[in-house]
């Protein structure tokens, strides 16, 4: 890893990022492309602060985008999700690992029902007649900022892990099991195993 302060100080500008998402998406119903642009471009300077390999690590995070886009322009064709919504899941795609990301989508899901039951309930209740848009924007930008408060962001890419949360030292086993494997045991004093492994003795012997 090339450095922890600017690992975080890129997580923090997305988070940044995904607030401004959220404002411009309840304002204006809209997500800037350029706001998408700028977090996608920002993706490969955290592959390189991170240390992931270009194989299998960035080729991961690209496959995972390019299947993230195809399968929500579909939802985009049928008016399902909008194209500012698309592009942003697509550019998260490239910073978060298979695991968070999956989360992310959970998450989101949650968040996108409960802000939909909502405003659905408020358009009612004003007898309003028009056609309710849901900033989905500010359910993706909830579950992003959730995703990135919960998750140890420093060792997302760690080794050969193919973008799963993983921690290369200790190939095939979760983070948080590496560390728990290596925690110190109750009996870590080397005089305290000694006397222990050792017979007592009668006095006088």
Do not use: C
């Amino acid at each position: 890893m090339q450095g922890t302060l600017i690992v975080y100080g890129l997580v923090g500008a997305l988070a940044i990022a995904l607030l401004i998402a959220a404002f411009t998406d309840i304002r204006r119903r809209q997500i800037d492309n350029w706001l998408n642009a700028a977090i996608a471009l920002g993706a490969p300077v955290f592959w390189w602060a991170t240390g992931l390999s270009m194989w299998p690590g960035v080729a991961w995070q690209l496959g995972l985008a390019l299947a993230t886009f195809v399968v929500l322009a579909g939802l985009f064709a049928i008016r399902a999700m909008g194209g500012g919504d698309v592009k942003l899941l697509t550019a998260l795609a490239l910073w978060l690992p298979a695991v968070l990301f999956v989360r992310l989508l959970l998450v989101m899901s949650i968040a996108g029902g409960v802000l939909t039951v909502g405003l659905g309930m408020w358009h009612i209740s004003r007898r309003q007649t028009s056609r309710l848009k849901i900033p989905y924007g500010v359910a993706i930008a909830v579950a992003g900022l959730w995703t990135l408060a919960s998750a140890d962001v420093a060792h997302w890419h760690d080794g050969r892990d193919w973008g799963l949360a993983w921690e290369g030292p200790n190939h095939g086993q979760p983070h948080i099991a590496f560390h728990y494997a290596n925690s110190p045991s109750k009996n870590t004093n080397p005089l305290a195993a000694g006397a222990q492994s050792q017979p007592h003795q009668p006095a006088g012997q």
